[in-house]
């Protein structure tokens, strides 16, 4: 049985930081395909990162560019998203989701579409 769970969200003033993670189970962590989605209240959900199974291709949404970064530790089973300069826009609940590398397509990544394993999510409320 796959699980997802992300952590480390929270509230912070603007301008502050913040690194979420998120430990997957019941698969094989490097043949997958990770990536942060993002929901903010009335909004649709957007992908914010992805990052390929070994590190060493990674993705961004342009709001997000320059501010968070993306890593795995495949040893530790373990995504994460560290977010530096956090803006009050960049309030939301965020999911980690996977794929497995061989259903992927790289130019679908801000698809949610894409992934087939979710988290429940971490709320991240940053204040002004």
């Known amino acids: 049985q796959v699980q997802v769970v992300e952590s480390g969200g929270g509230l912070v003033q603007a301008g502050g930081s913040l690194r979420l993670s998120c430990t997957a189970s019941?698969?094989?962590?490097?043949?997958?395909?990770m990536a942060w989605f993002r929901q903010a209240p009335g909004k649709e959900r957007e992908g914010v990162s992805c990052?390929?199974?070994?590190?060493?291709?990674?993705y961004y949404a342009d709001s997000v560019k320059g501010r968070f970064t993306i890593s795995r530790d495949n040893a530790k089973n373990t995504l994460y998203l560290q977010m530096k300069s956090l803006k009050p826009e960049d309030t939301a609940m965020y999911y980690c989701?996977?794929?497995?590398?061989?259903?992927?397509?790289?130019?679908?990544?801000?698809?949610?579409?894409?992934?087939?394993?979710w988290g429940q999510g971490t709320q991240v409320i940053v204040s002004s």
């Open positions: 990052i390929s199974w070994s590190g060493d291709t990674t």
């Open positions: 019941g698969l094989s962590f490097d043949d997958y395909v």
């Open positions: 989701a996977a794929q497995r590398n061989a259903e992927f397509r790289s130019g679908s990544w801000r698809e949610d579409y894409e992934y087939g394993y």
